[in-house]
Every structure is written in C-alpha cells, then in structure tokens.
C-alpha cells in the first residue's frame, strides 16, 4: 500500500503570469507534468570539483515536462510545480568563480543550471532565511546586480541579472512570496507535495504504546486524557501518564502554578527501579516566594512512586543567575526550604539568544572560507562545542542519578520546551537502547520534540520572512549535533549513520514534508496535517538502507526484551551494558564539519558517505550470510557425525 499526502491547497498556482520581453518568464503552475526517475533513483544533476552546492545526499527526483524554451529539464517531485526563470543569469560561486546559466524558479526550490549544463544545483526554498536585492540599475561593474540569498543551513548564494533584461524586480517578487508564504497567508509547500510511499510514517509514534513498552500503567503510574481537548494545557499532547495517586483536582491546580500550564509529566521510566525522567516548565514562584500546596503534594507523588529513592533530583536546566532573574519575571525555581526531600541543580545551560548568536559565529568561520592557521582558535571563539558540552555533561549527570542512584529527576528549564527537550531526549538515548534504532529515534523526535510542544514554527521559521525574530534559535539543531558527538565515542550503539541526521535537519527546513511544521500537537491536529501532508518518515522507512550504521552491534542497543524475573540479575547486568556514558570534556567535542563545512568542495570526500555505507551495508549482508551458511554447515556435519557415532 502507497500512503501519501498534499491534497490540501496551496501558494503553487498563486504566481500571476507577466508577459513581456525579458529574460525571465513566468510559467504556468497549470500545465501538466510526466514524472520519471533515472536508474538510480536519484537526481540526475551534475556536478563539478569547484561547484559547492551539490548536497552529498541527494534525494530522489523526477523531470517535469514544462520545459523552457531551450528544451532543458529541470528536476521536479511530485506536486512541484515550474514557476519562473530567468535566462542568462551568473552564479558568483565563491570558490570556483563565475558560472553563466539559467536560474529556475519553482514552488519547492531554485534550480540553477550552468549552460553547459556541468553545474548544477537546487536550494529548497524553505532554507531561505532571507533574500536581498545588490546594486542598482545604475550599478557600474561586472556582476554587480542581482539577488542574494541567505540560508539557513551555513551558505549564502549571489546572482547577478543582466540589468539590460528588468529581470530582477519579478523574479525577486515571486521568490519572495513563494520563499515566505506564510508571511503571504499561504500554506507551505508540503501541502502540495503528493509523492506515494509503501511506508506510513505518521503511524511511527502511538503515545498509549510507547507508554506500554515504559511498563505504563502500574500500580504508582496511570495514563490520562485530561488534556484530550488542549484546554489544560495548549502546548502538551493529548495523552500522557502522571502519579496513580493523582487527582484531577490536583492536576489542574499544579497546572495553574507552572509557567504555561507545563506541569510535570513522565518522560521515562527505569524498567527495574522504576526511577522516572518526569519534565516540566518552571514553577511560578515570583520573587514573593509564592507556594503551592498541590505543587508540593504533587512532587511528593513523583518521588513516592520509586520506592529505592529518598530524594528527588530537580535539575534546572539554566545557569543559576537566570533563575533568579525569571524571579522578576513571576518565576523561578523550586526551593530546597520549602519542597521537602528534593536537591535542586542548575546545568547552566544558556538561552536561546546565546545560541542563536554562537550558531551565527559558527557560520561565519564556515562559510564562505575556511581559515586553516586560525582554525581551532575561530572555532573556540564561537562557543558552540563549550555549549554541546553543557548539554551532553547535563544529560549524563541525568542518567548517573537515574541508572546508577535509581533516583527520580525532574527537569526544567524556563517554558519547558526548549533546553528541557534537549536534555530529556538526550538522555533517554543514553538511557534506552531503542532509541538508538532507527524508528526509536523516530520516536524519540515525535515524543520529546513534536508532541510535547518544542515550538518548531518559531525557533525556525517557517515560511516567515522576519528573519530577525528574537524567537529563532538553532535548539533541535544543537541538539542532533549533540547526538552526533555521542555517535563518535560510541560508534557501534547506534543503527543509523550521520547520512539520517544530515537529512532529518535537511528536511527541518525544507517544508517538503509536514513533520516539523507548527509549534505544537494541538496545530498540527487542527490543521489536520496527518491527511494533508507527507511524514518525513514515510520517506525515510521506504528506504532505510541509505540511513543504516554498517558498523551497528544489535548487543549493544537493540530490543528492549525482559526475561522471566528470575533472571534478574542476569538482566540487571545485561542493562548495564546498554547504558552509555559520553565523555563530555571539552577534548572530545569536534566540530561537525560533515554538516556545517559540507557546502566547501575542499572539505568533501570525493564519494558521497551515503554511497560509502550502502556498499560497507551490502558487505556485511554478505557476510552475514556466509556466516549462515558455515554455521548450517558446521551443524549438519556435527549432526551427521552423532548420528554416525550412534550406528556404530
């Protein structure tokens, strides 16, 4: 069975034709299209050593029939449609210089083709941080007119228009409006987008049957519908566990007392000491030093619900000047003196603002050149890994409470939705083999992000063209990064390669797919995305063989199987084994340069990594088989010999 999506309508057909005679032409978003896909599945753009706009991992494509006039084809997926393009326009390439072609124009991405056809690329218009128009009519200079455009994913590209044409003025107006269509009131790309997979990825995350494999509902834990309609808490989903003992008086009472409603709820749950990772948004204690009996009462539940522990840990994800200044702000955090039998610790973590300005620094040493002597100082200098470290140091304080004190901990930062995400998420994945799978991640992403409200719409902007909103930061960015890093000290624990990483932030920002679009469960819902678009991971699970780890021990984090009970220790022992424990110092951190550096032809390995696994994966099946057959063989001997000793 194919599933599919985009039947919802969209800014494809919303681009009125201009006739007149210059170089760029409007093509109508009416004509038909035939779609065909090349022998290997993949876009049939070239490329040369000095082009560096050519993704390592290109995903797969089909040609359209609206040709221009030229008779050249541009790649198109299905409910993409041909918009606009303008003839002889120069693609400034900051490594290999000036390249002449045609630059396309599309209600998914720009496409730009070199005339001899050797230089190829595309940009997903959902990269598009912002674009600006260079010079004037009047400019003087060779190239000194056109367009630039600033991406969200490290590069920036330059065009120049030939101002002769008058080109530039529509060609910019149309990209502005398809760029940016939800800032036009109209819908992204991926409403239109209708491409059929054998896998439905929206099926991937069930909330009642991912508690059930926590072991959820117990005797201390049950699963709720409080929040069914959004009314308790608009940025929760629908469905989760909270102390057995909890009433629903009491639930909407320590709602009403943290900041946004966000009250503590389970994350995870330790299957033998029945510690928990609960999380929540911060308690909103002001500096009056206000209290709340049910919050109190409430926490108690957490902490009584794992019987080995006499304390909970409540780990405040900010610095602690931060706390004390959201005091001022009608905030704060939970005191020691007054919440009985809990420790409170700060991670000191740093806000959005700080990583959005590290993240811009990181850029900037990146893109467009790289500086070789100052390298390691520039990087330094940024403070993005000092920060990647804050994160994974957090998280492993987490699981050393959680696994080795089978404590309970808390975790909060100011709203619950960012650096809380972060750690939860995090060390889960330390925490639980599964979710080092390739659908336990899936899972993990849908849980901890999507359902429990990280505001995706906001920290990325979507089809939004203020691109200075104090709302951007690069949080999920960062925090796959920070998965990276632990995939490098454990390269055998994880099933999937950097390739499914690169291509989950790829499609972050392109809006092919409607995964990430929206800020909460509760949008996606109303604005019924599960009927009107893609899963990303529809497409990831019809071909999982491009995002496996060659190098992946199922022994070191696989299935979450439980044996009979009197096998406890041999499971206890068995659990320790598939807990990971990541050196945070600093020494370890490495600058993902296979993502942020990927763009500079000088940083690419000649063949792509996603080819390079594909061929270790295919050597391992081999392998593997082979091993099957010795072994059918080594028991068929041994069973001929027994069966011979038995005759004699």
């Not at 209290?291 to 902490?303: A, G, S, T, V």
């Not at 200098?381 to 957090?394: A, D, M």
């Not at 424990?581 to 792509?608: D, F, V």
Request: net charge neutral; glycine share 6%; proline share 5%.
């Amino acid at each position: 069975m194919m599933h599919g999506g985009g039947s919802g309508s969209s800014s494809s057909g919303a681009i009125p034709k201009r006739g007149g005679n210059g170089s760029s032409e409007s093509l109508s978003s009416d004509s038909k299209s035939s779609f065909s896909k090349d022998s290997q599945g993949q876009s049939s753009t070239s490329s040369t050593s000095n082009e560096p706009h050519i993704s390592r991992y290109q995903s797969s494509a089909v040609f359209s029939s609206d040709r221009p006039a030229n008779g050249e084809e541009v790649p198109v997926i299905p409910g993409e449609k041909l918009q606009r393009m303008s003839r002889d326009v120069t693609y400034l390439c900051p490594f290999g210089g000036p390249i002449k072609g045609n630059l396309y124009l599309t209600n998914y991405k720009l496409y730009f083709a070199s005339k001899d056809r050797q230089n190829t690329f595309e940009v997903p218009l959902g990269v598009v941080n912002r674009v600006e128009k260079v010079g004037g009519v009047s400019s003087r200079g060779e190239n000194s007119y056109g367009i630039e455009i600033f991406c969200k994913d490290v590069r920036s590209l330059k065009f120049a228009h030939n101002p002769e044409n008058h080109s530039r003025r529509e060609f910019f107006e149309d990209l502005q409006q398809l760029a940016f269509p939800i800032s036009k009131k109209l819908l992204p790309f991926a409403f239109s987008y209708s491409e059929q997979f054998p896998e439905y990825g929206w099926s991937v995350y069930e909330p009642i049957q991912e508690l059930k494999r926590l072991g959820i509902p117990n005797e201390s834990w049950k699963i709720t519908r409080l929040n069914d309609k959004y009314d308790l808490c608009d940025s929760y989903p629908s469905v989760w566990a909270i102390p057995a003992a909890a009433e629903e008086e009491l639930i909407r009472s320590v709602a009403s007392f943290r900041s946004r409603s966000r009250l503590p709820v389970i994350s995870w749950l330790h299957p033998f000491s029945q510690a928990s990772i609960t999380r929540a948004s911060q308690p909103m204690v002001g500096v009056a030093a206000r209290r709340n009996k049910d919050d109190e009462r409430y926490l108690q539940m957490i902490l009584d619900a794992n019987a080995q522990a006499h304390k909970l840990y409540v780990m405040d994800a900010r610095p602690n000047a931060n706390a004390l200044a959201n005091k001022t702000k009608g905030g704060g955090y939970e005191s020691e003196d007054v919440y009985q039998n809990i420790e409170l610790v700060f991670l000191d973590i740093h806000n959005i603002h700080v990583m959005r300005s590290s993240l811009g620094k990181l850029k900037d040493i990146c893109y467009p050149t790289i500086d070789d002597s100052k390298w390691l100082s520039n990087v330094e200098e940024t403070r993005w890994l000092e920060h990647i470290k804050c994160i994974i140091s957090g998280a492993v304080r987490i699981v050393d409470k959680v696994e080795n004190n089978k404590t309970s901990v808390l975790v909060h930062c100011s709203d619950g939705w960012d650096r809380t995400s972060q750690l939860t998420s995090l060390s889960m994945l330390l925490l639980d083999p599964y979710y080092r799978t390739l659908k336990g991640f899936e899972v993990l992403i849908e849980k901890e992000w999507l359902s429990f409200g990280h505001k995706f719409q906001n920290r990325i902007g979507h089809g939004d063209d203020r691109h200075s909103d104090a709302d951007r930061s690069p949080v999920f960015l960062q925090w796959v990064d920070s998965v990276y890093q632990i995939t490098l000290q454990f390269p055998y624990a994880f099933e999937f390669n950097e390739y499914f990483l690169i291509t989950i932030l790829d499609h972050l920002y392109s809006c092919r797919f409607g995964t990430f679009l929206y800020n909460t469960e509760r949008e996606r819902w109303t604005n019924d995305l599960k009927k009107k678009t893609v899963s990303l991971w529809s497409s990831i699970n019809s071909r999982k063989e491009l995002y496996l780890n060659p190098f992946y021990c199922e022994e070191t984090g696989a299935n979450r199987v439980l044996l009979p009970k009197e096998n406890d220790l041999v499971r206890k022992h068995d659990r320790l084994a598939h807990v990971l424990l990541p050196n945070p110092a600093i020494r370890h951190m490495k600058t993902w340069t296979g993502y942020y550096c990927r763009w500079n032809p000088r940083m690419r390995s000649q063949e792509p990594d996603w080819a390079v696994y594909q061929k270790l994966q295919s050597f391992k099946s081999q392998l593997e088989r082979k091993l099957g057959d010795v072994r059918l063989e080594v028991e068929s001997t041994r069973t001929h010999h027994m069966l011979h000793s038995l005759q004699v």
